[in-house]
């Protein structure tokens, strides 16, 4: 798609949009509600008509093309089942509507109904299924016609947690099987960062970065990918040189491509929480520091800790510790420890007025 962009009214949803979605890949679009992603989605989809800008699918404009004569399947947050008709009768609708012979749609249906792990539930409808078993349907419909192109529209967000994660492993190994190029709309990161070849993100109507999880992850493009995507924490900071920035009384030397500030200028770090270590400290050692840990959150498999770093107490850091580390260090709130920050996982962006989580401006 090239240059796509979408007023309604005076409020611009979407700014000047250019991408490319490879063959056979899993697309994901991630951002905070009112970004844009959806309303990018159905314009794929012909749902909404761009107010300007071209889109094309394997080399044929489809720009003002309508839905019907798009080559797509889509899946709606809500599933939009027909609820009077059977299990199979769902899934061979677009079949159905376009004439196809009963036996090779019989074919089909069994077919797709294998293929979701479904082959008893032809005769049932719609409200006798779990939720997770009906959005099975929904995916199975959308594949009927085998499109050349998958479209998700928040797919999961209406099943509980344990579905969650259950059902995205088993879409991403159904579209990795089937080799069928995907493009999903989710606000939930983990599930993008699990399921997707490329993330795009989003924010207030522009792509803030294209990516894999691990580019968008490490190599954030922008505070608001940083800020966004995984926990982080942000450091005002001033700039010394050389790639050297002090945050309170410590300094820190970045090893990683860092904004070019002048000296005295002032700055942002931002840090994930595993790039902190716990650790014995040498002497002199760089980007190390004594702190002391303030609180501890625990998560399950890992803890949260916020520690205030001698010389920067009043902007505490936030650390991971797995449950090993916490019993056989005897880790407690309270404790005294040395921590190591990693140089090549700092991260300086300009302290400039951004788009927080909720896209509303921060400082």
Do not use: W
């Amino acid at each position: 798609m090239t240059g796509i962009h979408k007023r309604f009214g005076k409020f611009e949803a979407l700014k000047n949009i250019h991408l490319s979605i490879r063959q056979g890949e899993l697309l994901c679009f991630l951002g905070p509600s009112g970004c844009g992603k959806t309303t990018l989605l159905r314009i794929i989809a012909g749902l909404e008509v761009q107010s300007g800008g071209s889109i094309v699918q394997s080399g044929r404009d489809i720009s003002t093309l309508p839905p019907a004569l798009r080559d797509y399947g889509i899946v709606f947050q809500s599933y939009a089942l027909f609820p009077n008709l059977s299990v199979a009768s769902n899934i061979a609708y677009g079949l159905v509507n376009r004439r196809t012979a009963k036996a090779v749609v019989a074919a089909r249906v069994k077919e797709l109904l294998q293929l979701v792990g479904l082959p008893d539930s032809g005769p049932k409808y719609p409200s006798q299924l779990s939720g997770g078993q009906q959005q099975r349907v929904a995916l199975a419909r959308a594949l009927a016609t085998s499109p050349g192109l998958l479209l998700l529209d928040e797919p999961l967000s209406a099943l509980d947690a344990l579905e969650r994660v259950r059902l995205r492993g088993e879409i991403r190994s159904l579209q990795q099987k089937l080799g069928v190029t995907t493009v999903m709309v989710t606000h939930d990161q983990e599930e993008a960062l699990t399921m997707a070849d490329r993330i795009v993100v989003m924010n207030q109507g522009a792509i803030e970065q294209v990516g894999t999880a691990l580019e968008i992850y490490r190599e954030p493009a922008s505070p608001f990918v940083a800020d966004f995507v995984g926990k982080v924490n942000v450091l005002d900071a001033v700039v010394e040189g050389g790639g050297r920035f002090r945050v309170g009384s410590c300094v820190f030397q970045s090893a990683a491509p860092a904004f070019a500030g002048a000296a005295g200028s002032s700055t942002r770090i931002y840090l994930r929480p595993e790039d902190i270590l716990s650790r014995k400290i040498a002497n002199g050692e760089p980007n190390s520091a004594m702190g002391r840990i303030a609180k501890i959150e625990f998560l399950g498999a890992v803890c949260l800790a916020r520690v205030a770093l001698d010389g920067m107490e009043s902007q505490p850091v936030v650390v991971y510790f797995s449950l090993n580390d916490i019993r056989e260090a005897g880790i407690a709130e309270g404790s005294r420890l040395g921590f190591k920050v990693l140089a090549d996982r700092i991260r300086v962006f300009p302290a400039v007025t951004q788009a927080g989580r909720d896209g509303s401006p921060v400082t």
